[in-house]
């Protein structure tokens, strides 16, 4: 056969007159292995033509990559009189420029006329991509192979099957090798006609925790709800209450529906001859059994529907068992999606309560952020500072000045801190000498005076930058999110938020424990009379010790402002949780206000999880747990011995 194409295809040549060029390789084996198929390709029907796109795509021939597409495209044309294909460009409308198939050498010019354009339909160019994905899959270029992949996992056909498992011992990059065995496994579910294949591929997933794979199990295990005299092989008994059961014979036409009493007295009703119906006084009809009677007479005398009895219903079902049976595959392939989905359940049980511990986590050190300013200032000061807030939305702004002043988003964060940190100083320095130091020791006129400064402060703020939210840019590292996988991730700012938390727990151990600022900070709290006799200044101390608290609430405005928004409200948001956080962990304790912050996020995310719809809930709720805690702990969980515990 391939002999007599030869001869076939070198007579053709001899009379390649209708060609402007005499270059175009007639006996190339590519044109030969079309001129075999020619009659197919000619008719371009989607029935028959299969076997010349086969060919093409397992002939291993150079061109036949550049054919299949240019087939695709519609750039195929042969010529009317010798039957040899090229590809073809319209020049003008009567001229088409040519060129050969072997190479896509050009051929020059030639009436169009003379030729005759291949026309795939849908159906076939779908059949051609479907043959290309495997000079994809093994194309030198592995971005072309990853290209390939993707295309595949968005739409997947059952063409695609024999591809990927084709393009997978030769795959040299291990990552993309795992992609597509992956694929695979996932393709053969879907579009495998073995159920052997397709067992051993969904066994595979066993644990596998990716939004994929359930997509592809879970149609294998639906099931229909039937019922049958006999149960038949491999259903699924089902228990149903009566009134349901019957209702489903009556849907599927096995059973006459139940006349309830309103249809029966919508009949009566409908029947009434003067003052009889049926026969029987109207009168008379004040009971359910004298209304059942009168009905049973119409439908002996046509005018009505039989009714049903309970004992009918029962009889009714006792004929019938009711199954659920497996609608989208055979039940060895169901049973094992299902087994498997099972122990996916689990494992997706597990990490969600994983994911939401690392949550709970990341809310307590916010939290804690911006409550240990506050953990100085209320518990070791004993003065109720509702300004607290405000210091945050502060430190928040002067992270946003200096943005606006250094670009360099990652330089600016490194700059911010430590200038948040020294305008809040300043301004907690400010507060102290002109408002608090005159109260100490009278909580009430404390609490008034700071909440005047607070909301003094909400308005300088809108003054300046306005009521608009303004924008506090993270550095492109801490984009994106670390993805332990399907279910559990945590984004990389508050992987930062959780750092610096810790960092400033260790910075504020040391300043406590070891440094003289510290330790007379310690004598002042425990016995601020014996620390003056000692040679202490207690004002002094205590206008440090305010305005270390009220950096520290700066510094937590720069990573608070990283992922919220930046207002001249945003320390409201903040400022009950942090006092909640210092009274449940304990005033004036750092490792009290570590735990109160570590219960306090847990808590809310607990009750969020629980009424995911309603934050207002879990706020009014986590209140109410709050106020019930204290009443058993009122000191919180680490009391605090000395000044603040006599508070």
Known sequence: ????????????????????????????????????????????????????????????????????????????????????????????????????????????????????????????????????????????????????????????????????????????????????????????????????????????????????????????????LDAAATLPEGAMPVDLPPQDAYAFLVGKGLAPAHVSSDTIHDTLIANINGTEVAGVQVASLDTDAARLAAYTTLVKQGDAAPAVTDADITATLAQFQFFQTYTNAPIAVALAAQTVLDGIETSVALNQAADLALDAISLASIYFLAAIGLAITFGVMGVINMAHGEFIMMGAYTGYVVQLVVPDYTLSIIIAIPAAFA??????????????????????????????????????????????????????????????????SISYIRIAIFVLALLFLGMFLFVMNRTRLGLEVRAVTQNPRMASSMGINPDRINMLTFGFGSGIAGIAGVAIGLYAKVTSEMGTDYIVQSFMTVVVGGVGNIWGTLLGATMVGSLQKGIEWLNPSNTLAAQTYMILFIIFFIQFRPRGIIALKGRAAEA
């Open 423 to 488: 305008v809040t100083f300043a301004a907690g320095v400010a507060m102290e000498r002109l408002v608090i130091r005159w109260l100490y020791h009278r909580p009430l006129e404390t609490l008034l005076a700071t909440f005047g400064v607070s909301i003094a402060l909400q308005q300088l703020a809108k003054n300046i930058f306005g009521t608009q939210a303004r924008p506090l840019t993270a550095p492109g590292w801490l984009d994106g999110s670390w993805i332990i996988n399907d279910v559990v």
């Open 1 to 224: 056969m391939l002999t007599l194409c030869r001869l076939l295809v070198a007579c053709m040549a001899l009379c390649l007159h209708a060609l402007p060029a005499t270059s175009q390789t007639a006996d190339a084996p590519i044109q030969m292995l079309l001129q075999e198929h020619g009659e197919i390709l000619k008719k371009s029907s989607r029935k028959t033509i299969g076997p010349a796109i086969t060919a093409l795509a397992d002939s291993g021939l150079e061109d036949a990559q550049v054919v299949l597409e240019r087939w695709q495209t519609k750039d195929m044309w042969f010529s009317k009189e010798t039957g040899l294909f090229v590809f073809a460009q319209k020049a003008d409308s009567k001229t088409l420029t040519l060129f050969d198939v072997a190479g896509n050498a050009a051929l020059g010019d030639a009436p169009k006329k003379e030729f005759k354009q291949l026309k795939p339909n849908s159906g076939i160019r779908g059949l051609i991509g479907a043959a290309l994905v495997q000079f994809q899959l093994n194309s030198p270029d592995i971005a072309t192979r990853a290209t390939a992949l993707t295309a595949i996992e968005r739409d997947a056909e059952a063409s695609h099957l024999l591809a990927l498992r084709g393009s997978i011992e030769g795959e040299t990059d291990a990552d993309l090798k795992g992609q597509k065995q992956r694929l695979e496994r996932l393709l053969t579910i879907r579009f495998s006609e073995d159920d052997v294949d397709r067992i051993v591929a969904i066994n595979g997933f066993a644990g596998d925790l990716g939004v994929d794979v359930r997509a592809a199990l879970n149609p294998l295990v639906a099931t229909a």
